[in-house]
């Protein structure tokens, strides 16, 4: 049974730091690329940051210098490091598996989300 479960969300105020997790279970963790992905209500979701199997990184421009994607295969966990946090953070985040083996056939799975308010 695959599972994603993001854990570390909650309430910090502007210029605070959180670190997500997202745990993995049911599928070999170190064959995917994991990402972070956010969403506001109403918005689509919108990809944050992304690693790759040999630990290459992606971010989006709002978030480079500020969040840091890393993974520990024997863990089978990613995280994203957030600092230096602002208002416009704030958002539903979700965690992502990602497994393209084959041009015609993929493997997507996704967290249940996790909340991270920026607020004063």
């Known amino acids: 049974q695959v599972q994603l479960v993001e854990s570390g969300g909650g309430l910090v105020q502007p210029g605070g730091s959180l670190r997500l997790s997202c745990a993995a279970s049911g599928f070999t963790f170190s064959n995917y690329v994991m990402s972070w992905y956010r969403q506001i209500p109403g918005k689509e979701r919108e990809l944050v940051a992304a690693i790759t199997t040999g630990s290459s990184t992606n971010y989006i421009d709002s978030v480079k210098g500020r969040f840091t994607i890393f993974r520990d295969n024997a863990k089978n966990t990613v995280y994203l490091q957030m600092n230096s946090l602002k208002p416009e953070d704030t958002a539903v985040y979700y965690c992502?598996?990602?497994?393209?083996?084959?041009?015609?056939?993929?493997?997507?799975?996704w967290g249940q989300g996790t909340q991270v308010t920026v607020s004063s």
């Open positions: 992502n598996a990602h497994f393209n083996p084959l041009r015609d056939l993929k493997y997507d799975y």
